[in-house]
């Protein structure tokens, strides 16, 4: 008789359920695949009555997940509670303290701890594995630490948070302001019980974390992810930049320069043709580029109970098969710890902001780009409105640097009626 791979579920919401469903569903499936078969021994989650829609029976209840995590008669324990500290941490040390490999989709716990975690696990000879922590049911921490294992990673970028690109979608194509998408997002459940983990880039800032640290061989710092939302982008933005040929997505972008990690997850105008553009509501999209491989692209859900099972459960057989990868790829005591690249990489900006509608408005504005170094590529003026003219300018490539020195010798100009709106266009095929 082949011995069966035990689990200790801690959290039964969405993921939990969903884990559970498929473990009723398929257990003789994933049996044969695996060679043995995997069963859950215990649970735990905060309230013991609640009608979760799936049978318990026959499973062990744990109020206290550090107990569950304890326990002599499991293998793996499975963290789908959330949080980047409290429970899920104590839980998840207390596992690997007593021995069990560990099951996570909790980015932000690893963004957070993930080094140390890993090297406590791996001190021992255990894994942690979190594919569905980035990006739900897309395998793309598979497709990073097996796949790609022999390339180096020259960028990864990626939408990986759905609800962000619901609502800027929703503004584009159905004309809705940012705070009616928001309320929308809102009305179907879609944000995260704080919502600036969502539109503040937060959730996605913790997934590229952990996508840089498996790229670059480098410990997970998401201190280092520069953050910006996507609550200052207009529905004006949105227009302006479909005309010029673009779409506005919330974009991580990782890459490593001469001068160390750069990481950004921030509103970047891409290329309306390039699949990155062509990424409507909430789906995800990774896109990871190697030096051997090319561009690969990775597109699907990056939520809900489904996918973010598939993913877990993923994980899960990889255990029962006898896999072991190091955290993130490589032995977490080789992981370096990079220097903080911010804005390294030179690219196009497009500017945005209203002119004081004088002679010589416009003349002036280039001059301080001119003397920022900074060269126009393309530039409107559109319909005047109550003695203002708003003017677009899309740059060529220029650092971040020279844009914020141009921006300082508009304000000298005093012709500049509105805050200029600066975003980032990422060169993407
Ligand atoms: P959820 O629906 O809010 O469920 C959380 C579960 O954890 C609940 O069952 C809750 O118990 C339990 N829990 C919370 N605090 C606890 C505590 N102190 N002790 C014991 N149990 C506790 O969350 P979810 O959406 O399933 O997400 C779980 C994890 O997956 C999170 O890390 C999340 O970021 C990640 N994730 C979620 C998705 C998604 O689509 N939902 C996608 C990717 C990754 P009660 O039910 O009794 O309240
Ligand atoms: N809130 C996330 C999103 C889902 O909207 O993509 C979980 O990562």
Not at 172 to 181: D, F, I, K, S, V
């Amino acid at each position: 008789m082949t011995t069966p791979l035990r689990l200790g579920i801690a959290g039964l919401g969405t993921v939990g359920v969903g884990v559970i469903k498929i473990l009723h569903q398929k257990a003789n499936l994933l049996a044969e695949r695996t060679g043995r078969p995997i069963e859950i021994v215990a649970v735990s989650a905060r309230s013991k009555g609640k009608d979760r829609g799936v049978s318990l029976d026959g499973y062990a209840w744990e109020d206290d997940p550090v107990a569950l995590a304890k326990r002599d008669d499991i293998d793996v324990f499975v963290e789908l509670m959330g949080g980047d500290s409290g429970p899920a941490k104590d839980a998840t040390e207390a596992a690997l303290a007593s021995g069990k490999d560990v099951v996570t989709a909790n980015k932000a716990l690893l963004a957070h701890h993930g080094q140390n975690l890993a090297e406590i696990a791996e001190a021992s000879n255990h894994v942690i594995r979190f594919e569905a922590a980035v990006a739900g049911g897309i395998p793309v921490i598979k497709a990073l630490t097996e796949g790609l294992a022999g390339n180096d990673i020259t960028r990864v970028m990626g939408v990986m948070n759905g609800t962000c690109n619901y609502i800027l979608t929703r503004m584009e194509n159905a004309g809705l302001t940012y705070e009616e998408a928001f309320a929308e997002a809102d009305g179907l459940g879609y944000l995260e019980a704080d919502p600036n983990l969502d539109v503040g880039g937060i959730d996605a800032g913790h997934k590229l974390a952990l996508l840089a640290a498996i790229a670059y061989g480098t410990q997970p710092d998401f201190d280092a992810v520069e953050l910006e939302g996507i609550g200052s982008i207009t529905i004006e933005d949105i227009r302006q930049a479909a005309d010029m040929g673009y779409k506005i997505k919330l974009l991580g972008v990782a890459q490593m320069t001469g001068r160390g990690l750069e990481q950004r997850m921030s509103p970047c105008l891409v290329p309306a043709t390039s699949p990155l553009g062509q990424l409507e509501g909430g789906t995800n999209m990774v896109v990871l580029e190697g030096d051997h491989v090319g561009q690969i692209v990775l597109r699907g859900a990056g939520a809900g109970e489904g996918p973010t099972a598939s993913a877990v459960l993923g994980d899960i057989m990889d255990i029962a098969r006898g896999i072991r990868i190091s955290t993130f790829g490589q032995p977490a005591a080789g992981l370096t710890k990079a220097r903080a690249a911010r804005a390294a990489i030179a690219a196009p900006y497009y500017l945005r902001m209203e002119l004081h509608d004088k002679p010589g408005a416009l003349a002036k504005i280039a001059t301080q780009l001119g003397e920022a170094g900074i060269s126009i590529d393309r530039m409107r003026q559109y319909g005047h409105n109550a003695g203002a003219a708003p003017v677009l300018i899309v740059t060529h490539k220029t650092t971040r640097n020279a844009v914020e020195d141009a921006l300082k010798g508009f304000d000298r100009t005093g012709v500049v009626a509105t805050k200029p709106v600066v975003i980032r266009i990422e060169t993407v095929e």
